[in-house]
């Protein structure tokens, strides 16, 4: 299985030859360096960070090998990849089908309306300031409200995986790739791309 770390940079539109246009989310990628393996898995660091920054238990984690990076991620590897080995961008081609896995926006604490998609009450027939309200979260016999019940509360920053998304460009000199449609994250996500089994 082939699998690449990178940050999520923006959105932008790549023209085709023949006129099309194309929506592309853009993430910057680098390199990957095998920091430790076990058995079929193995343990690819990402980006850089100050050694000071690293405690001892990252230390141990990676046997050395992982000091100065700011990610440390495992995957299921399915070629021999020695330790201090690189992965490089251009193990992706354009037109291939990959899974990308990121953390979604946070977006705090939200109501029933914006979180669960609820129509919410008539603006007429007696309502005051009601418009958004959930209503009636319980039934009269058990007098208690039953779990999992969707109310107000927190919204976002969930992990989200989306597969089938198709790989646009690769700019193996800039270490970009460019992936056709919306990636889950803010700016500066971490985002995990694999192949498509």
Do not use: C, W
């Not at 990676?62 to 995957?75: D, I, K, P, Q």
């Not at 990849?81 to 961008?89: A, D, F, Q």
């Not at 007098?143 to 193996?172: H, P, S």
């Amino acid at each position: 299985m082939k699998f690449l770390l990178g940050t999520k940079e923006y959105m932008t539109q790549i023209f085709r030859e023949d006129g099309t246009v194309v929506p592309v989310t853009v993430l910057k990628t680098g390199p990957l360096t095998v920091t430790g393996k076990t058995g079929t898995n193995i343990q690819v660091g990402f980006g850089e960070k100050k050694s000071s920054r690293i405690n001892k238990a990252q230390r141990g984690l990676s046997a050395g090998e992982g000091l100065g990076f700011a990610y440390l991620r495992s995957f299921q590897a399915g070629e021999d990849l020695e330790v201090g080995s690189k992965i490089e961008v251009s193990t992706f081609a354009p037109g291939d089908k990959v899974t990308v896995s990121a953390i979604s926006k946070g977006k705090g604490f939200q109501g029933v309306v914006k979180r669960h998609d609820f129509k919410g009450g008539p603006r007429t027939h007696g309502q005051k300031h009601s418009e958004r309200e959930a209503g009636s979260i319980g039934s009269t016999g058990p007098q208690r409200v039953f779990k999992g019940v969707r109310m107000a509360g927190r919204m976002g920053g969930d992990r989200i995986t989306l597969k089938n998304l198709i790989i646009a460009d690769v700019a193996a000199k800039e270490g970009r790739i460019y992936i056709k449609g919306a990636v889950p994250g803010r700016r500066g996500t971490l985002v995990e791309i694999r192949s498509v089994k």
